[in-house]
């Protein structure tokens, strides 16, 4: 989302001086890691439900995988795990088109997550006579929208308002290009 965000708002406040091809490859290179660190949580929690022999804890995870929400289970793993893993790709890490379409997959595969808990945690608990397929209603589905506007509100607001960029990195960022201009124009003169 930070990455998503941050491309977006590159974009709206004409900030491409400050906001850089690298600073975006070094974002992609955090999605890698902490896509990997997902990765590696899900097969962990898989192995401890397997090893640990309790059968209501291996049901669960198998039922996640398997069961009624396995498509929203693998559009987890995928967008969580697998798509992260195209930044290892220098040309990927470094497209501007490439890296919103991907940190918008994460993003959708972030949500899949919290949907695969709450939703295959509740529709099969130890009861089997109250086994449901969750369907969401319209009121759901309204304070899910709710929650886009209202981030998206008070995030512009935010951008609105208060400095976007903090002022010690356009310092750095100012100087360091004035030093270049200088070095340039001396360069030019001899």
């Known amino acids: 989302m930070v990455l998503t965000l941050m491309l977006v708002t590159r974009v709206v406040f004409k900030l491409e001086d400050y906001i850089t091809i690298e600073h975006v490859e070094s974002m992609n290179k955090i999605i890698v890691l902490t896509g990997s660190i997902v990765g590696v949580a899900y097969l962990t929690e898989f192995f401890i439900a397997w090893y640990s022999g309790v059968p209501y804890e291996k049901f669960a995870f198998v039922n996640r995988a398997f069961g009624p929400h396995w498509w929203a289970y693998w559009a987890m793993m995928t967008c969580n795990v697998i798509s992260p893993q195209l930044?290892?790709?220098?040309?990927?890490?470094?497209?501007?088109?490439?890296?919103?379409?991907?940190?918008i997959i994460v993003n959708i595969g972030m949500w899949f997550e919290r949907f695969v808990i709450i939703a295959t945690s509740l529709e099969r608990d130890y009861i089997p006579s109250s086994w449901v397929y969750f369907k969401p209603t319209m009121y759901d589905l309204g304070v899910y929208l709710f929650t886009f506007g209202l981030?998206?509100?008070?995030?512009?607001?935010?951008?609105?308002?208060?400095?976007?960029?903090?002022?010690?990195e356009v310092k750095s960022i100012v100087k360091s290009s004035s030093e270049k201009k200088a070095g340039h124009n001396t360069s030019s003169h001899h």
């Open 151 to 168: 981030f998206f509100t008070l995030y512009l607001l935010f951008a609105k308002f208060f400095p976007v960029i903090n002022m010690f």
């Open 87 to 103: 930044f290892w790709i220098r040309w990927v890490r470094r497209n501007i088109a490439v890296t919103f379409v991907l940190s």
